[in-house]
């Protein structure tokens, strides 16, 4: 009868482990890649500069952040398949949901949606640090944005004011009247 009880035990402490070895089994964690960029920006040196360098300029409301891994562009030829790119080799942007409400200079109306970009940022499998980086925007937060005609902000970081009640804080000292003369 004792032998019955080892026997049952045997059997109880390989289940157990074949239950356990099956929950951990595929649930390895995946550690980033981390890869890091040396920007130069291009700094502009006065607030009329970026006013005309600027395709557009709006204050809006930052709805969504995504971070998405590319592929640099001088890389698509390198490679038959966009799969085959290492990951080392990929970069990730953070792009940014804006909901328009005034529009200063540009095509867009209130309401419209733009796409603030900038690079750097994290996915789950590759953290990318941009030096000198931008600093990151809050989700429900309003900003005047000085941006290009493909999304990026005029002078790196230049061209993103935070709003503090009637005041902004940015590269330049500028006021809402400096921004009303621009319509």
């Known amino acids: 009868m004792n032998w019955r009880k080892v026997l049952l035990c045997v059997i109880i402490i390989c289940l157990a482990l074949l239950v356990f070895y099956g929950k951990t089994r595929g649930s390895e964690t995946v550690i980033p890649i981390t890869i890091e960029t040396l920007a130069e920006?291009?700094?502009?040196?006065?607030?009329?500069?970026?006013?005309?360098?600027?395709?557009?300029?709006?204050?809006?409301?930052?709805?969504?952040v995504i971070c998405e891994e590319r592929i640099p562009s001088y890389k698509l030829e390198e490679y038959k398949d966009p799969e085959d790119v290492p990951l080392n080799e990929k970069q990730v942007y953070t792009v940014y949901t804006?909901?328009?409400?005034?529009?200063?200079?540009?095509?867009?109306?209130?309401?419209?949606?733009?796409?603030?970009?900038?690079?750097?940022?994290?996915?789950?499998?590759?953290?990318?640090?941009?030096t000198p980086s931008t600093e990151n925007l809050d989700v429900?937060?309003?900003?005047v944005f000085f941006l290009s005609e493909r999304g990026y902000a005029v002078g790196f970081d230049q061209g993103i004011y935070k709003i503090y009640g009637d005041n902004l804080s940015g590269a330049f000292p500028i006021t809402y009247d400096m921004l009303e003369k621009l319509k």
């Open 41 to 64: 920006p291009a700094r502009l040196k006065t607030f009329e500069d970026t006013v005309e360098v600027a395709h557009s300029i709006v204050r809006g409301q930052v709805t969504e």
């Open 98 to 130: 804006i909901l328009v409400s005034e529009v200063y200079k540009g095509d867009a109306k209130p309401g419209d949606e733009l796409k603030y970009q900038h690079m750097g940022g994290k996915t789950d499998r590759l953290i990318h640090k941009v």
């Open 140 to 143: 429900g937060t309003e900003y």
